[in-house]
């Protein structure tokens, strides 16, 4: 088998944020989120741990609410769903996350989509895991121009959720809601520390020598490449024939 | 029942200055209603997209008949951002309202009461609650002290406007799973509706049917639009024609681009 590509140790680490969860929600164009939970269902099902129940939000096929695109943040605002993927355009050293644009709101200078439910998930789903392939100081910034969703919150207001790592395509970060702010817990295979720190526009917490991010093991790795592959070829065609292409034989 | 409306007719409905509600890019969209709506010309409209825009609001902000849009997002998907939306905010030339999903249902649900506001969780230090002078925050009444709570007032548009698969003779329109679709129109002073087509059977002849049934009592007006919702897919029906919406996210990034666009698309569609 040929080794595992960096998307195969990403999709391998978000199994291991999602380990426990029951019930994970997943955005429509999320591949590699989806892998993860996949991943994180074949690997429960192998074991004989509890089934882990996945929504893929936008898919007919893979979503289950019947009860229109509400039913969603009703479940999440009920505790039912343990874990969520949000991104962002800016996100900074406090957990804040900005998916409106850059400059002084309304007029800004770049506009993005918005806030879609951020502003309500990232307050009562558990396990939010602030996932950016790009690493780079204009997303990781100090402080974001416009807060859709905020790190934390003060005492008294309501906060079952909020994020609980953040996963780049250089490293792994936990979440510390009592200082508030990350921690590098590993770097990726082929990055380094300084690599990490001149691509992030924040101050983090380290140990001297970060741990490396663990690439899949071989049972792992067959499972990602088989079966899991298969169903996220149902969803996200295009991605899963990348995935495959990225890491045949002859790449 | 209504007996069905030709489109321009539908779209004449439509006064200036009326706020509209417009289904999230999955659920169902009247595309079929957005070159008449242009065409038609009301203007200084307010949109409120349930709970995201997409192509067709993106449409009506280029035809410059947009005055304002509440919205939790709006994008093309796949196809990248909404490129008149993008150029509309640029220029200060719309009100932005901009929400989150959640507090958009929380709106249409008060007005489908009856009931003045909602209230919810969530939003507490957000600039998306400080950017919303029209909501308040107060503590839980039911509470011990403090426990702050977000009200979201109702909102009850004018008109909401959809996509579905089928009505019956007697105007009442299958919905299935897309329970936002009756939220809408609950929540709407009137409901305009196209569908792919009507059926000669009752939709309340089975349960089975009925349970995804909003009832004619909900819906002013009916339009048969065959394909009415493309270049979007509809649930149970087709799939998104992607590389049309790729070719408008493209087209429209110049306001030449989208004029041209939709100097093309109009003619194909009338």
């Known amino acids: 088998?040929?080794?595992?590509?960096?998307?195969?140790?990403?999709?391998?680490?978000?199994?291991?944020?999602?380990?426990?969860?029951r019930h994970v929600a997943v955005g429509a164009s999320s591949p590699i989120p989806a892998a993860g939970a996949m991943l994180l269902r074949a690997m429960s099902e192998v074991a004989g741990a509890p089934p882990v129940r996945?929504?893929?939000?936008?898919?007919?096929?893979?979503?289950?609410f019947t009860n229109g695109s509400v039913e969603l943040f009703d479940c999440a605002g009920q505790g039912r769903i343990d874990a969520f993927f949000l991104s962002g355009g800016?996100?900074?050293?406090?957990?804040?996350?900005?998916?409106?644009?850059?400059?002084?709101?309304?007029?800004?200078?770049?506009?993005?989509?918005?806030?879609?439910?951020?502003?309500y998930l990232y307050f009562v789903v558990p396990r939010v895991i602030l996932f950016r392939e790009d690493h780079t100081p204009r997303i990781f910034v100090d402080k974001v121009d416009f807060i859709s969703a905020p790190g934390t919150s003060p005492e008294g207001v309501y906060r079952s959720g909020g994020p609980y790592a953040l996963l780049t395509g250089l490293g792994l970060f936990d979440f510390d809601a009592a200082r508030p702010g990350f921690r590098l817990r590993s770097i990726h295979p082929g990055h380094d520390l300084t690599e990490i720190t001149d691509a992030t526009g924040f101050a983090f917490a380290h140990d001297a020598a970060p741990a490396a991010t663990p690439p899949p093991d071989a049972a792992t790795l067959a499972l990602l490449r088989g079966r899991v592959l298969d169903e996220l070829s149902e969803t996200y065609p295009d991605f899963a024939a990348q995935l495959q292409r990225e890491t045949s034989e002859d790449a | 029942m209504p007996a069905t409306t030709d489109i321009p007719s539908l779209a004449r409905l439509i006064e200036p200055g009326m706020q509209i509600a417009l289904p999230?890019?999955?659920?169902?969209?009247?595309?079929?209603m957005t070159h008449a709506l242009i065409t038609h010309g009301a203007g200084n409209l307010d949109?409120?997209?349930?709970p995201t825009g997409g192509l067709q609001a993106d449409m009506l902000i280029g035809a410059g008949l947009v005055r304002s849009v509440e919205t939790s997002a709006m994008t093309l998907g796949e196809a990248g951002g909404a490129p008149c939306f993008n150029r509309a905010v640029k220029e200060g030339g719309i009100v932005l309202k901009d929400a989150t999903c959640p507090a958009i249902h929380a709106g249409l649900t008060a007005a489908q009461k009856g009931a003045p506001f909602?209230?919810?969780?969530?939003?507490?230090?957000?600039?998306?609650?400080?950017?919303?002078?029209?909501?308040?925050?107060?503590?839980?009444?039911?509470?011990?002290?403090?426990?702050?709570?977000?009200?979201?007032p109702a909102i009850q548009p004018d008109v909401a406007i959809f996509h579905a698969t089928m009505a019956d003779r007697a105007g009442n329109v299958w919905i299935g799973r897309r329970r936002e679709l009756a939220t809408m129109a609950y929540a709407a002073r009137r409901t305009i509706v196209t569908v792919e087509r009507v059926?000669?059977?009752?939709?309340?002849?089975?349960?089975?049917m009925a349970a995804g049934t909003l009832p004619a009592l909900y819906v002013d007006a009916i339009g048969i639009a065959p394909n009415g919702a493309w270049p979007y897919g509809l649930w149970g029906g087709y799939p998104a024609d992607t590389a049309e919406l790729s070719r408008y996210a493209a087209a429209a990034r110049t306001t030449e681009g989208f004029a041209a666009y939709l100097a093309d698309t109009g003619a194909a569609a009338s």
């Open chain 1, 1 to 21: 088998m040929t080794p595992s590509s960096p998307r195969e140790t990403l999709i391998t680490t978000i199994a291991g944020l999602l380990d426990g969860v």
């Open chain 1, 54 to 64: 996945i929504s893929i939000l936008g898919s007919v096929r893979h979503n289950f």
């Open chain 1, 90 to 119: 800016q996100i900074d050293g406090q957990g804040n996350v900005n998916l409106v644009g850059v400059g002084d709101y309304p007029q800004t200078k770049v506009r993005w989509p918005g806030s879609f439910g951020a502003a």
């Open chain 2, 24 to 32: 999230v890019d999955y659920a169902g969209v009247s595309m079929a």
């Open chain 2, 47 to 50: 949109l409120v997209c349930v």
């Open chain 2, 118 to 152: 909602s209230a919810m969780r969530g939003l507490i230090g957000t600039d998306v609650l400080r950017h919303r002078p029209d909501w308040r925050v107060i503590d839980n009444p039911f509470g011990a002290g403090g426990d702050p709570v977000v009200l979201i």
């Open chain 2, 199 to 208: 059926v000669e059977d009752d939709l309340f002849e089975t349960e089975t």
